[in-house]
């Protein structure tokens, strides 16, 4: 047999040789033994059985599982190079996928005013002025500042703060402050000015402009087209500076076990993470979106310029807003909030545009994502991707050739916190995918029922809702609005209690641990299209898990929150080392 492009046949024994070189498996490069391990293969949705899938030993090879077994039959295929790990007994399991996650934002939070878990507006005032005290950026006069986390919910007097507040601190720089969930910034006296918006400025649509009861000011604005009048005026991160802030997210990701993220950053950070992998210094595998606004042509542009079958970065869906939050009290409702009845929360699209824009990029082959809190914004993106699933499906678009068949579209509603009751049977219609972040319970429980009502509690963060209907329940955690930590999200899946486990929220929305680790592993591989590369710890897997000071299937869920990683292995390879770890490399017995 002669094979192409060649000019004389290879001798028979060679190609023999060659033949069977090939179908040889490469030998281990590194053995895990003396564990007990989680591989997830079993696992399943609507499962609510102990927790099966253990075996003792792994072998990995180039950035895979080669095998899962005994400690015997995985020595067997031991090499004299093979690097050995005794894991002492220790609980390992497949990395956790994180479903929704906003890294950039979260790095650039730690290098600005972090604000995260400020108990009041004096701590977060003095954190402000601890930063212009110290950090060499505040020292130019003029200079913005920035920053993220504050959340008045938590605080004593539950009153958001004003541009005042901000003057009083501020020492003339312009400066501006997200809220947690990034619906809702202040602004104080002199980012105002320079954004020139006025007590008269109107409203753009998709956001508001707080004034108080004489039409001044408040400095409160709400929601990405309001907020943007300001952004325009901030000069943006260079890209050092936006490496700096991947890799501390990164890092935070990688402490907690998170080894892969579908994330929701700017084009220009997307670069930045690209010049990390050719650098060699990308450890965390990212999904990148895409903005559904962006116009299609340029998506096109951005999807062909960088392969989508790499490992480790490529671009995923395109994400659009449909709405705001609920503890902006910005997500769109169907009825007015119980607790500000003038209120129905801020929709950011007429359906009908809505319909186009997102018919025009499923026909290009875009898997679509929608942001949609509210229970009039989960309708709307539900009418949305239902004409669009039709038109991408249909054999006479002009670009036919880009859609996927049916089945593998998967769409993605990101949040679905709040639904009409009849919306459940049309995700499980639609085949669309509810990415949620079981963590944002355990905050918002707080006030969540004030805002909906009890009838409508009933059907907010209705995980075991979505499972009963047979929809695909991916979990993340909406990073930096939450910790990246996914043990609170697993905590808050099964116990929906607060973190004292002093409260419990709609407590039949409860899942299993089986069902919520299968929902931050495997269904958010799936969301991804990844699920036959990660989630698992079998042959052909991506060699993605980790190392646990705890078995978290058998401990009270109350220690599930002060679970600690001891490491974290990405591709076969150990990215993130704990002080605590107690695990040793040895030397395999003869």
Do not use: C
């Not at 503890?327 to 699209?349: E, F, K, L, V, W």
């Amino acid at each position: 047999m002669t094979p192409l492009h060649s000019k004389s046949p290879l001798p028979a024994l060679l190609l023999l040789a060659t033949t069977l070189t090939a179908q040889t498996p490469a030998p281990p490069d590194t053995i895990y033994l003396h564990g007990n391990i989680l591989t997830g293969t079993h696992l399943r949705p609507d499962d609510t059985s102990n927790i099966p899938d253990r075996v003792s030993a792994l072998a990995i090879s180039h950035g895979h599982i080669l095998a899962a077994g005994t400690d015997a039959a995985i020595l067997r295929q031991k090499a004299p190079q093979t690097r050995i790990v005794d894991l002492h007994g220790a609980f390992v399991m497949p990395g956790f996928n994180d479903a929704h996650t906003h890294i950039a934002a979260a790095g650039q939070q730690k290098l600005a005013v972090d604000l995260d878990g400020a108990t009041s507006l004096a701590d977060m005032q003095q954190r402000i002025r601890t930063y212009i005290a110290t950090a060499p950026s505040a020292a130019t006069p003029g200079s913005w500042l920035q920053g993220g986390g504050w959340d008045h919910t938590v605080w004593p007097t539950k009153l958001l703060p004003t541009r005042a507040d901000l003057d009083a601190v501020t020492a003339g720089h312009p400066a501006v402050f997200y809220r947690v969930d990034g619906h809702i910034v202040v602004a104080n006296s002199a980012a105002l000015v320079a954004a020139g918006i006025s007590n008269t400025t109107p409203d753009p649509a998709g956001g508001k402009i707080d004034h108080d009861a004489n039409g001044v000011l408040t400095g409160i604005v709400r929601e990405t087209p309001a907020i943007k009048l300001i952004e325009a005026h901030i000069p943006p991160p260079d890209l050092t500076t936006r490496r700096q802030a991947l890799n501390l997210a990164i890092a935070d990701a990688l402490s907690h076990g998170v080894t892969s993220v579908q994330d929701n950053s700017d084009w220009e950070d997307f670069l930045a993470l690209e010049e990390l992998e050719r650098a060699g210094k990308l450890h965390l595998r990212v999904s990148e979106w895409l903005a559904f606004d962006t116009p299609l042509a340029i998506l096109k542009v951005r999807r062909a310029s960088h392969p989508a079958d790499d490992p480790l970065l490529h671009l995923g869906m395109l994400k659009g807003f449909m709405d705001g939050s609920l503890g902006s009290r910005t997500a769109a409702m169907d009825q007015p909030y119980t607790d500000d009845p003038s209120n129905s929360g801020i929709p950011r699209y007429r359906q009908q545009d809505l319909n186009q824009m997102a018919s025009e990029r499923a026909a290009a082959g875009f898997q679509l994502g929608f942001h949609a809190i509210g229970d009039r914004a989960n309708s709307y993106a539900l009418n949305a991707l239902s004409a669009a699933e039709q038109v991408a499906t249909s054999a006479n678009q002009p670009d036919s050739t880009a859609v996927p068949a049916p089945a593998s579209l998967r769409f993605r509603i990101e949040h679905a916190q709040v639904l009409l009751p009849a919306d459940f049977d049309r995700y499980a219609r639609e085949g669309i995918i509810a990415s949620m972040q079981p963590s944002h319970l355990l905050t918002d429980m707080n006030w969540a029922e004030a805002r909906l009502g009890p009838t409508r509690a009933k059907y907010s963060y209705a995980w075991k809702t979505f499972l009963n209907h047979h929809v695909t329940l991916a979990f993340g955690t909406d990073y930096p609005v939450e910790s990246i930590n996914p043990f609170r999200g697993l905590y808050s899946a099964i116990t929906r209690q607060n973190e004292a486990g002093t409260m419990t929220y709609q407590p039949q929305e409860k899942l299993t641990l089986n069902q919520a680790i299968y929902a931050y592993t495997q269904a958010s591989a799936f969301a991804e299209f990844r699920e036959h590369q990660q989630g698992r710890l079998e042959p052909g897997y991506m060699a993605d898990f980790i190392v646990l000071d705890r078995d978290i299937t058998t401990v009270p869920s109350q220690q599930l929150l002060h679970t600690q990683v001891l490491q974290t292995i990405v591709n076969g390879e150990v990215v993130f080392t704990s002080q605590k770890l107690v695990t040793h490399a040895a030397t395999a017995p003869k």
